[in-house]
């Protein structure tokens, strides 16, 4: 069964690194997403992406978070500059239509430490 | 105030109950998403609605849209149903951006 990928699964920086997360969303999904969710907290919505561009980034989703598609199987989230407040599980999710249609895929995540 | 609603916050019942998680919203919506996330944090997508109710083997989705209010049941539960479940909601001015409850933990003893 098809499923999206992320690597790495933990990844350790010191505050003021950029780090980029990587994830491979399934392959005939057109829609693309980040979301976070700070220990115990709620799951947060940061961007979507549709035909290589944003299509909606919450207020979270600042000048140092950027998305990229470099090629035609992985999406990535780049943070320019880690806080300690990044630290996060940071989940990928992709769907073939956009929400208000169809149920999201997600990634197993990838857990943010800043230290 | 929190626009998604859920409770109970904690729900421990013996195998074989019949669960029932609730979930109000405060906002208009165009669709709602029921997701379980297991205790290593993955999170897998159970139901979309917008209306009515669906049905997935031992689980059941609800809708109300007139009272802003969705349930999800799960029938004859069992163990491996112990995870965190999350309503979430599609506000009808984004097409994109879910707004996600808190999630309620389950724990089904044996």
């Known amino acids: 069964e098809p499923e999206v990928t992320q690597t790495p699964s933990h990844q350790v920086t010191q505050m003021g690194q950029e780090v980029i997360l990587r994830c491979v969303p399934i392959?005939?999904?057109?829609?693309f997403y980040w979301y976070r969710q700070i220990l115990g907290q709620k799951v947060e919505f940061l961007v979507s992406?549709?035909?290589?561009?944003?299509?909606?980034k919450s207020e979270i989703f600042d000048d140092q978070f950027s998305v990229e598609r470099p090629d035609g199987s992985n999406f990535t989230l780049k943070i320019r500059s880690t806080k300690l407040e990044d630290s996060a599980m940071y989940f990928c999710?992709?769907?073939?239509?956009?929400?208000?249609?169809?149920?999201?895929?997600f990634g197993p995540g990838t857990r943010l430490t800043v230290l | 105030k929190n626009e998604v609603e859920q409770s109970p916050q904690n729900l421990t019942a013996q195998e074989g109950e019949f669960i029932t998680i609730n979930c109000s919203y405060s906002?208009?919506?165009?669709?709602l998403h029921w997701l379980q996330q297991h205790p290593g944090g993955g999170i897998v997508s159970l139901f979309m609605?917008?209306?009515?109710?669906k049905k997935h083997g031992r689980l059941i989705a609800t809708i109300n849209i007139q009272e802003k209010h969705s349930s999800l049941h799960i029938t004859a539960s069992h163990p491996r149903d112990s995870a965190v479940y999350i309503c979430?909601?599609?506000?009808?001015?984004?097409?994109?951006?879910?707004?996600w409850g808190a999630g309620t933990k389950l724990i089904i003893k044996p």
């Open positions: 979430a909601v599609l506000h009808m001015d984004s097409n994109y951006q879910l707004i």
């Open positions: 999710a992709s769907s073939e239509l956009a929400v208000a249609y169809n149920e999201q895929f």
């Open positions: 906002v208009g919506i165009s669709a």
């Open positions: 992406f549709y035909n290589n561009e944003i299509s909606e």
């Open positions: 392959s005939n999904h057109l829609y």
């Open positions: 609605l917008s209306s009515g109710k």
